[in-house]
């Protein structure tokens, strides 16, 4: 039987997953389909894994990556301490019940993409945002010894507002992730995180998660200031091998 994965989130039109998988799939020969799953309440997953028996894995996007812990059995230690989950992986036991693991392959996906980008000056960063994949962000950070502070729109526990970066800090914190959806298809191509873009400099480096359109105006802008930038590409394709490791662990 053709084994199904798949990913849930909603918006889905603009994701580049489903041909990924179903072009991996015809070139190597693999019995196997992948889906989309646009569902508007995550409640909606009960109904997909009772209607699809064979589905071995999904990735999990925008909006649910914090909202399917309620759904899962257990979690890879990654996946915990982000907190947040893009990957799971399901096995079924005798009786057909599906059983759902979680993972995080994000954290995996942007250390292997920013490591080659980083200069010796680039020793803090701001994490634009606060959602599911700014953890991951922050995950990643951390074990490559980059220090963060987390940028909002309004000031909150562990994040300062956008009107809040000061000269001091958009000098010393030369490393800008864009973890906010701004930008993106579907969310507004001609919008960016409202960050002070004529502070910017040769010595910062600007990595957008997004990955649809790969040139943001984000990363436009920083281009415009002499910065070094990255779209998030190859971030997505990363952990989207590090998906299907997973499922086939």
Not at 88 to 114: C, M, P, Q, W
């Amino acid at each position: 039987m053709k084994k199904l994965y798949g990913i849930i989130g909603y918006p889905l039109g603009q994701s580049a997953s489903p041909s990924f998988f179903n072009k991996k799939f015809s070139d190597e020969g693999i019995d196997a389909h992948y889906a989309p799953y646009e569902i508007s309440d995550i409640k909606e997953l009960k109904k997909i894994l009772a209607d699809n028996p064979t589905l071995c894995g999904f990735n999990v996007t925008i909006p649910y990556k914090l909202q399917i812990k309620d759904y899962l059995e257990g979690m890879s230690d990654e996946a915990a301490e982000v907190g947040a989950v893009n990957v799971v992986k399901v096995t079924h036991d005798e009786e057909g019940k599906a059983h759902l693991h979680g993972y995080n392959s994000d954290v995996i996906g942007f250390a292997r993409s920013l490591s080659p980008l980083l200069k010796e000056h680039h020793k803090r960063a701001l994490i634009l945002g606060t959602g599911g994949v700014s953890k991951a962000v922050a995950c990643a950070l951390h074990k490559l010894g980059i220090e963060y502070l987390y940028v909002s729109r309004k000031s909150q526990d562990k994040a300062i507002a956008y009107e809040e970066l000061t000269d001091d800090i958009m000098s010393t914190h030369t490393v800008i992730v864009n973890c906010t959806p701004l930008g993106m298809v579907g969310h507004g191509v001609d919008l960016s995180p409202s960050i002070p873009y004529e502070k910017l400099t040769g010595k910062h480096l600007l990595y957008d998660v997004v990955y649809n359109p790969e040139n943001t105006l984000f990363l436009q802008k920083g281009r415009a200031m002499g910065a070094t930038t990255k779209s998030g590409y190859e971030m997505w394709y990363l952990q989207a091998l590090a998906s299907w490791e997973i499922w086939n662990s």
